[in-house]
């Protein structure tokens, strides 16, 4: 006989009592050694417990605890709470036992990971899309979506639960990451990012990481960005999967808290319950997808609308000899100043410094015999963007994306620069420092002639993203076109790119006779300040920008007062306002708008439009849109529209 093999049974044992673990499942004799059952009696042998059960017996007590098969008995009863059980119920000790060897720091690690997964899929719920609405109170936001995320995957059986919480998850990690888009174009454009339209501008942005930083913090920065993502997605997944785990193990919990969590919400979106001004039952990340998912049909239907725009021109069938009739014999310069926005004149840390640059540049102009007036337009972009403002100010048309540009620069829609080339009167040259490789749109613009940065004889260094400093660009247009002699009337497109953005380092005007072939702008480079130290200030971005602006002013009306003459009809504007950081983040698209002229029969065609005298446009000044100011110019000037 075995030595596992049971006494024979008290005489008064009931032989038909029943299992009380379940009626269905006889309970197993303590020496059965079928498969699964244990051999290892260890502390609790049969010999020893025999006697027990035996009066247990005789007491109406069940005899013994049944055996579950296939189930080894832990190896201490701490291991058990600390260990966290798979998919089969088995305890998965960790690297090299670690959740065994310590149960404390298991048991605060599983439930801290929790607690940090649960955290990490509310933030992404209630996080706003944009820096300035993020009070404190935003992140402690009930919202809806989180309780039917829950309720979901509590009614999902287990395989559909997980890969429900996975795509689900990385979903989240998605609209995260756009959210993170959405603020840094709220940062810089004032505007969230568009899914149709913006991907072309993160190839700029790279180019401006490069440009700022070297070629080396732009392999960096795009390593960085790829690494985030991804990172972003992962642990998206795995944190709600995490919580849909934890929802399933403690399924009647969590059916429970489910119920009072809806319940709560409810009542607190009923009755509008807010925390410091923010309303504490949101529904905002369903509204913000429902905004995405708009701008995304609107951006897709906007094409239709804009093509039908295009033909609407009221000169196109007009005749050359009939267009621009005011202004024969002159030369017409069209000159945008990079970020030179409304801000710029009003801001009360900028507005001392500019109008004494403005004053300083009436004085130049008068002593040359010029005179100005000056309003504003409302530009179609703000903080970047540059090509959009200039295309809508010389096509006539409210180019607001880079759909619209393309549309436009691959059809026929003729331009204000175009109009001058049609006559046949005007040599029409761009000077446009700011491109550094192929441009195909130039051709588009009706330009005779193109001086990229690689044209303008320049050679000294970068100051930032600027390749060339205006004072170096406006110097080589006087020799490369104005100062020759016995030419043609001329028509200019001139970009002055030094006040763009990072605005640092910044160059200074100094001599006109010095500036040879730009080797002197090395050590006013070194003299400059850094932007890495510049941009972690607000004010001093905002110091550098009207800095940059009134270096820009200071040498286009040197210029004028150099090189101008009496046939000289300039007109500077700003292209866009700057980035939020120096504007504050006002919605404010306006931009200076300047004529000057030496002749007074120019201006006295523009009487009618009410702008003020000199170079600074009224507080209280006419706007009108820059799409309107290409008819509006032509129609003054002498140009039949046709019916």
């Given at each position: 006989?075995?030595?596992?093999?049971?006494?024979?049974?008290?005489?008064?044992?009931?032989?038909?009592?029943?299992?009380?673990?379940?009626?269905?499942?006889?309970?197993?004799?303590?020496?059965?050694?079928?498969?699964?059952?244990?051999?290892?009696?260890?502390?609790?042998?049969?010999?020893?417990?025999?006697?027990?059960?035996?009066?247990?017996?005789?007491?109406g007590r069940p005899a013994a605890e049944p055996l579950v098969p296939h189930q080894a008995p832990p190896s201490d009863a701490s291991s058990t709470a600390a260990d966290e059980p798979d998919a089969k119920g088995a305890v998965r000790p960790g690297w090299f036992g670690w959740r065994r060897r310590f149960p404390r720091t298991a048991r605060v690690v599983r439930v801290g990971t929790s607690v940090l997964a649960a955290a990490l899929v509310l933030e992404a719920l209630v996080m706003p899309n944009r820096l300035d609405r993020m009070p404190l109170e935003a992140f402690f936001r009930l919202p809806v979506e989180l309780i039917i995320v829950a309720a979901v995957l509590l009614v999902l059986p287990s395989t559909a639960r997980r890969i429900t919480a996975v795509v689900l998850g990385a979903f989240l990690g998605l609209s995260t990451v756009l959210k993170c888009l959405d603020m840094g174009f709220y940062q810089t454009l004032a505007r969230p990012f568009d899914l149709v339209f913006d991907w072309i501008l993160l190839n700029d942005a790279a180019d401006f990481v490069k440009d700022s930083f070297g070629r080396s913090g732009e392999v960096l920065a795009v390593i960085g960005v790829i690494v985030l993502f991804i990172a972003v997605l992962a642990v998206s997944a795995l944190a709600l999967a995490r919580v849909a785990d934890v929802l399933a193990r403690h399924r009647t919990v969590a059916v429970r808290g489910t119920l009072v969590l809806g319940v709560a919400w409810i009542i607190c979106f009923t009755t509008s319950v807010q925390v410091g001004g923010v309303v504490m039952a949101t529904r905002g990340y369903t509204q913000y997808l429902g905004n995405r998912v708009q701008y995304v049909r609107d951006g897709l239907g906007d094409a239709d609308v804009f093509k039908k725009q295009i033909p609407v021109d009221a000169f196109a069938k007009t005749p050359p000899d009939q267009l621009l009739t005011g202004l024969r014999g002159k030369d017409v310069l069209f000159t945008f100043i990079e970020s030179y926005g409304r801000v710029a004149l009003t801001d009360p840390t900028m507005a001392p410094e500019m109008d004494a640059t403005l004053k300083a540049g009436d004085a130049r102009l008068k002593s040359a015999g010029f005179a100005s007036r000056s309003a504003w337009l409302r530009s179609p972009v703000t903080g970047a963007g540059s090509w959009l403002a200039h295309s809508t100010f010389l096509s006539g048309l409210w180019i607001k994306n880079q759909q619209r540009y393309r549309?436009?620069?691959?059809?026929?829609?003729?331009?204000?620069?175009?109009?001058?080339?049609?006559?046949?009167?005007?040599?029409?040259?761009?000077?446009?420092?700011?491109?550094?490789?192929?441009?195909?749109?130039?051709?588009?613009?009706?330009?005779?002639?193109?001086?990229?940065?690689?044209?303008?004889?320049?050679?000294?260094?970068?100051?930032?993203?600027?390749?060339?400093?205006?004072?170096?660009?406006?110097?080589?247009?006087?020799?490369?076109?104005?100062?020759?002699?016995?030419?043609?009337?001329?028509?200019?497109?001139?970009?002055?790119?030094?006040?763009?953005?990072?605005?640092?380092?910044?160059?200074?005007?100094?001599?006109?006779?010095?500036?040879?072939?730009?080797?002197?702008?090395?050590?006013?480079?070194?003299?400059?300040?850094?932007?890495?130290?510049?941009?972690?200030s607000a004010k001093r971005v905002r110091t550098e920008y009207r800095k940059a602006i009134q270096y820009s002013v200071d040498s286009l009306t040197q210029w004028m007062q150099r090189y101008g003459n009496k046939n000289t009809v300039l007109v500077f504007l700003g292209d866009h306002q700057p980035v939020p950081t120096v504007t504050g983040g006002t919605a404010n698209k306006d931009v200076p708008i300047t004529i000057v002229a030496h002749d007074p029969k120019v201006l006295d065609k523009i009487a009618s439009w009410g702008w003020a005298d000199g170079l600074k446009p009224a507080d209280n000044g006419p706007v009108v849109g820059m799409d309107k100011f290409r008819d509006r110019f032509m129609t003054a000037f002498g140009s039949t529209p046709t019916k």
């Open positions: 006989m075995s030595h596992l093999t049971p006494p024979s049974p008290l005489p008064h044992a009931d032989a038909s009592a029943t299992d009380p673990a379940g009626e269905a499942s006889p309970t197993p004799a303590a020496g059965d050694t079928g498969p699964g059952a244990s051999t290892d009696a260890g502390p609790t042998g049969e010999e020893a417990t025999g006697v027990e059960d035996a009066e247990s017996a005789e007491k549309t436009l620069t691959t059809g026929d829609r003729a331009t204000l620069t175009s109009y001058f080339q049609k006559t046949g009167d005007w040599r029409t040259v761009g000077i446009v420092p700011g491109v550094r490789k192929a441009w195909p749109e130039g051709k588009y613009f009706g330009l005779d002639n193109i001086y990229d940065s690689t044209h303008l004889g320049y050679n000294g260094p970068y100051f930032s993203w600027t390749p060339v400093p205006d004072q170096f660009s406006l110097e080589s247009f006087q020799k490369l076109e104005y100062g020759k002699k016995n030419r043609d009337p001329i028509m200019a497109e001139i970009i002055l790119a030094s006040s763009h953005n990072p605005w640092s380092p910044i160059a200074h005007t100094i001599p006109w006779e010095d500036l040879g072939d730009g080797s002197i702008f090395n050590q006013i480079k070194k003299e400059g300040t850094n932007p890495t130290q510049v941009w972690k």
